[in-house]
């Protein structure tokens, strides 16, 4: 089945700064590629997906960009704010699968 | 707004006891998930079900249950609860190969 790696586990920045959260994929059939926002005591929120006929996709200061011959993907956001901070999943789903394959998360925290 | 809403967000449970976690979405969505979170290990998909009365297993389905009578609800069964059934559980729903909206979770400690 697929598998999805996901770094950094932990990602620690400075307000204004950038970070950048990288997730490689397994099954060259994916084609879907969603990130979610896990904010303290809630259930996690789609932020922002690509799929696979798409290069990149912007969404204000968040990015994510698609490399299909390497099979990865990565989360980019731009001018970081203290309500950044929070747990980012990477997901992935199948051609015809409607089950996403989660990474393990990556714990972002912006420092005023 | 849509809405996917766990009846409980903390819960209490004695070793032994049969837990039940329900899970109620408004959007019409024909897929339901249960995932477990626990730190640095993710979101482990319990048990899916694509349709009324439907169920399939998931990565780690050893020692639960589901149930799914009506498209808008999803339960989870805890047979037997066990301290290391101790998590965060998360209800999601999905209309295809698209967004999954979660609940806001249960977390769950057995005593």
């Known amino acids: 089945g697929e598998n999805v790696e996901q770094h950094p586990s932990t990602l620690s920045v400075q307000e204004g700064d950038s970070a950048v959260i990288k997730c490689t994929y397994s099954?060259?059939?994916?084609?879907?590629f969603p990130w979610y926002k896990q904010e303290l005591g809630k259930g996690p929120q789609l932020i922002i997906d690509?799929?696979?006929?798409?290069g990149e996709k912007k969404d204000q200061r968040i990015a994510v960009t698609l490399n299909k011959t390497a099979k990865h993907f990565s989360l980019h956001i731009t001018e970081t704010q203290p309500e950044d901070s929070a747990v980012y999943f990477c997901a992935s789903n199948t051609g015809g699968s409607y089950i996403p394959t989660f990474g393990r998360g990556t714990s972002l925290i912006v420092h005023p | 707004d849509v809405k996917v809403t766990q009846s409980s967000r903390y819960l209490v449970k004695r070793t032994g006891e049969k837990v039940f976690l329900e899970c109620v979405q408004d959007m019409d969505h024909e897929n339901m998930f249960w995932y477990r979170q626990d730190p640095g290990l993710g979101l482990r998909l319990i048990y899916f079900?694509?349709?009324?009365?439907?169920?399939e297993k998931g990565d780690i389905p050893e020692g639960y249950s589901v149930s799914r009578e009506k498209k808008e609800r999803f339960s989870l069964i805890l047979e037997s609860a066990s301290t290391n059934q101790t998590s965060m559980y998360l209800c999601?729903?999905?209309?295809?190969?698209?967004?999954?909206?979660f609940g806001q979770g249960t977390r769950l400690t057995v005593v």
């Open positions: 099954d060259s059939a994916s084609n879907y």
């Open positions: 079900s694509y349709d009324v009365k439907m169920k």
């Open positions: 999601a729903s999905s209309l295809t190969a698209s967004e999954a909206f």
């Open positions: 690509i799929r696979s006929n798409v």
